[in-house]
């Protein structure tokens, strides 16, 4: 028998269900049972994101942001540059890093990187990272 799994987006996880209007962060790691690696996508509503709050980084994991559709507008460092449709971005760990879509059209990412056991202990805020 063939070892593999399917999950439909209402099996995953969404990070941003607390926070209505502001779309959909859906991890898939869990609900497949990745051991290596994990895969989250978002969509983003126009003028959402991180532009005006927060910024993270991570301390050990790499991540691989590939846009879908739409452009999106990246924070990393002091680096502020957009992407559009079939871009792939790479972040180091240790980067503070945010997105946000300055269009008037819905934004899909997905974002890539290796598994962690507990990814919130993974990940360090960073308050007031890209004011308005």
């Known amino acids: 028998m063939a070892d593999y ?5 209402e099996g995953a996880f969404d990070f ?3 926070y209505p ?3 959909e962060m859906r991890s898939y790691t869990e609900a497949l049972g990745t051991e290596q690696m994990a895969f989250t996508w978002r969509q983003m509503p126009a003028g959402t994101g991180g532009r005006g709050s927060y910024g993270h980084k ?4 790499e991540e691989v942001y590939f846009i879908v559709s739409g452009t999106v507008t ?3 460092g002091d680096d502020v540059f957009e992407a559009g449709p079939q871009t792939a971005v790479r972040v180091a760990p240790g ?4 997105v946000h879509n300055d269009t008037e059209v819905e934004v899909e990412l997905v974002i890539c990187s290796p598994r962690v056991d ?8 960073e308050e007031g990272f890209w004011p308005e």
């Open 21 to 23: 209007g502001f779309g």
């Open 95 to 98: 980067e503070v890093r945010s």
């Open 118 to 125: 507990d990814v919130r202990a993974e990940a360090v805020m």
């Open 16 to 18: 941003m269900a607390e």
């Open 5 to 9: 799994t399917s999950i439909e987006r």
């Open 58 to 61: 991570h301390k050990t994991q």
């Open 74 to 76: 990246f924070k990393i």
